[in-house]
């Protein structure tokens, strides 16, 4: 007896059967994984809390409460200073990165916003490659090197040195130079290395950085994204010897945004820390881009996670947290 076969009506009643099944699991699915993406943010926000306060330790003097001592004695850090603080006590960079949310850059494109400021007007210094001018009275030479930080680009900068010959200005040497306006060290990581002097090398020789480190009025100085990127002002003559990191050179080092009143909070505060956000710095005096950022930033089921002075973490809509509707959860 020849064995009957299936018909096509049954074959496609059970892919219907599958489809629907499917159908039923695949939204659970769904929501399992973002839940489950959801309690890696928060996991790493605790772990962001506990950081803050290492960090805090290791900088406070020894025999300080700290309850005073400047900078020394605050646990969370000015808003420049995210996120190079905590990150000595920070393990792994993934703690940094918000698992629905990782948007990395590469080092091509971080260099793009970097720029030199000047009385004679902004440089991009990825353009600035082997000698030359970047434009009017500005001149350059930068180099490429590595050392036990990791890979550099080393960047002079001089406003006013007139019009020197190739050969002059491959040996530095010509007049002009040893009054530079800026000398760094660009990391292929993020740091700066603002030289108090150039390094002895047969390229550098006979160059140096005095005291004033500045000819040129106010600005000669480095700036990230539109942001200095080192202190409060990016000015070299200000920072000289001083090795900082650049807030934001990775986008993906980090997907949380630091409060810019969090420097002002005490441990145990229930105001507003980290958050889920676009952007490093959650600028609540602009109310309504801040508003505006935290909604485009519900990335956890339209919610976002945040950290508040306590060390606790906390799940809300994004409006819920608006400072224009709640100010009052972000300041001290």
Not at 65 to 72: A, I, N, P, Q, R
Not at 74 to 97: N, R
Not at 150 to 178: I, K
């Given at each position: 007896?020849?064995?009957?076969?299936?018909?096509?009506?049954?074959?496609?009643?059970?892919?219907?059967?599958?489809?629907?099944?499917?159908?039923?699991?695949?939204?659970?699915m769904t929501s399992v994984l973002a839940m489950g993406r959801a309690t890696i943010c928060r996991n790493n926000l605790h772990n962001l809390a506990a950081a803050?306060?290492?960090?805090?330790?290791?900088?406070?003097?020894?025999?300080?409460?700290?309850?005073?001592?400047?900078?020394?004695?605050?646990?969370?850090?000015?808003?420049?200073?995210?996120?190079?603080?905590?990150?000595?006590?920070?393990?792994?960079?993934?703690?940094?990165?918000?698992?629905?949310?990782?948007?990395?850059?590469?080092l091509a494109e971080c260099l793009k916003k970097l720029e030199y400021r000047c009385p004679y007007g902004y440089y991009p210094m990825d353009?600035?490659?082997g000698y030359g001018p970047a434009g009017g009275s500005l001149w350059y030479l930068a180099r490429r090197g590595s050392d036990?930080?990791?890979?550099?680009?080393?960047?002079?900068?001089?406003?006013?040195?007139?019009?020197?010959?190739?050969?002059?200005?491959?040996?530095?040497?010509?007049?002009?130079?040893?009054?530079?306006?800026?000398?760094?060290?660009?990391?292929?990581i993020g740091k700066v290395l603002i030289f108090d002097s150039i390094p002895t090398t047969p390229d550098w020789s006979g160059a140096h950085c005095p005291g004033a480190m500045n000819s040129c009025g106010d600005l000669n100085a480095i700036y990230f994204e539109g942001k200095p990127a080192f202190g409060t002002d990016g000015q070299v003559k200000y920072h000289r010897g001083k090795i900082y990191d650049i807030p934001g050179w990775d986008a993906g080092e980090t997907n949380y945004g630091i409060n810019s009143y969090a420097y002002m909070q005490n441990w145990g505060s229930k105001s507003i820390v980290l958050v889920d956000y676009k952007e490093l710095i959650v600028d609540i005096d602009d109310a309504v881009k801040t508003e505006d950022l935290l909604i485009k930033s519900g990335r956890h089921l339209g919610r976002v996670n945040y950290l508040t002075g306590d060390g606790a973490v906390h799940t809300a809509m994004p409006l819920s947290l608006s400072p224009r509707l709640a100010r009052e959860k972000w300041v001290p």
């Open positions: 007896m020849r064995r009957k076969a299936f018909t096509l009506t049954e074959l496609m009643v059970v892919v219907a059967v599958i489809a629907l099944l499917l159908a039923v699991v695949m939204p659970s803050f306060v290492a960090s805090a330790h290791a900088r406070i003097p020894a025999g300080d409460s700290g309850t005073t001592g400047g900078d020394f004695a605050l646990i969370y850090p000015q808003a420049m200073q995210w996120p190079g603080i905590p990150s000595d006590a920070v393990p792994e960079m993934a703690m940094y990165e918000c698992p629905d949310d990782i948007t990395k850059r590469s353009t600035m490659e036990s930080l990791g890979a550099y680009t080393e960047y002079l900068l001089e406003d006013d040195p007139g019009t020197p010959t190739s050969g002059q200005l491959s040996q530095l040497n010509f007049h002009g130079w040893v009054d530079t306006d800026g000398a760094v060290r660009v990391y292929d």
